[in-house]
């Protein structure tokens, strides 16, 4: 009873409800993603609970898209892991500007964050809150994009999952899935380098398309880590 006293409190709370306002706005592209990555996990050979089970404990649409076609071509485990690995290090980013608004938080609930934490999440967070000074009200505001963004992308997913195989080829909702993700990947180019970087991952990964094991994505995002460490090397010299 308590728990939904506070659950209603919470969602009359102005700061959390303006963050569910604010992920509701990409929640289209979203919401695409999210059935093409169920669609995807199905085509690629894994089964309606494993690929049920990937999409909670995961939660990583990137690394679940990097990983499939992986899966299905029977890469060692070595490459899987790299390459989720390297598909998911802009998390350190994020999570090393993060620390600086929930560093003070009990390790159990930043545990808990750390897993709903997403790229959208960060991007409206850091552009509504630029100073990094911590706040109660940024915690609610968190929660309120969570309680749109988690949702979306479970029940976009499951849906693709459970209708993988009555979907047809021809509706192509593959190419709709990466004009969402061109999508909100655009939301994230905020500054001049990230240009640079994501024209170095684009063009790498067009050169090295006829390697196996989808390896010319591994060697995209080593090249874009590479241009964006020298980026930042630069400008933060004196």
Not at 15 to 24: C, K, L, T, Y
Not at 30 to 49: F, R
Not at 184 to 207: P, Q
């Amino acid at each position: 009873m308590q728990f939904l006293e506070r659950g209603r409190a919470l969602a009359a709370d102005a700061d959390f409800r303006q963050g569910a306002r604010d992920m509701a706005s990409p929640s289209l592209g979203l919401a695409a993603w999210g059935l093409v990555t169920g669609v995807t996990m199905v085509k690629s050979g894994l089964s309606v609970p494993l690929a049920m089970g990937m999409s909670l404990l995961v939660f990583a649409g990137s690394a679940q898209l990097s990983a499939l076609p992986l899966i299905a071509a029977g890469a060692p485990l070595w490459v899987l892991l790299a390459t989720a690995f390297c598909v998911n290090l802009r998390f350190v980013i994020f999570s090393a500007q993060w620390r600086h608004y929930f560093g003070h938080l009990p390790r159990a609930r930043r545990l808990m964050t750390t897993y709903f934490a997403a790229d959208l999440n960060f991007v409206y967070f850091v552009k509504r809150y630029p100073d990094p000074v911590p706040t109660p009200a940024q915690q609610r505001y968190f929660w309120g994009g969570v309680a749109v963004n988690w949702p979306t992308w479970q029940l976009t997913a499951f849906t693709g999952i459970l209708l993988a195989d009555r979907i047809p080829p021809h509706w192509g909702i593959g190419f709709a899935g990466v004009m969402a993700l061109l999508g909100l990947s655009y939301s994230l180019l905020t500054e001049k380098s990230l240009w640079w970087v994501a024209i170095t991952a684009g063009a790498v990964s067009i050169a090295t398309y006829s390697l196996p094991l989808k390896l010319n994505i591994l060697c995209a995002i080593v090249a874009a880590g590479a241009v964006g460490w020298w980026l930042d090397s630069r400008r933060s010299r004196p």
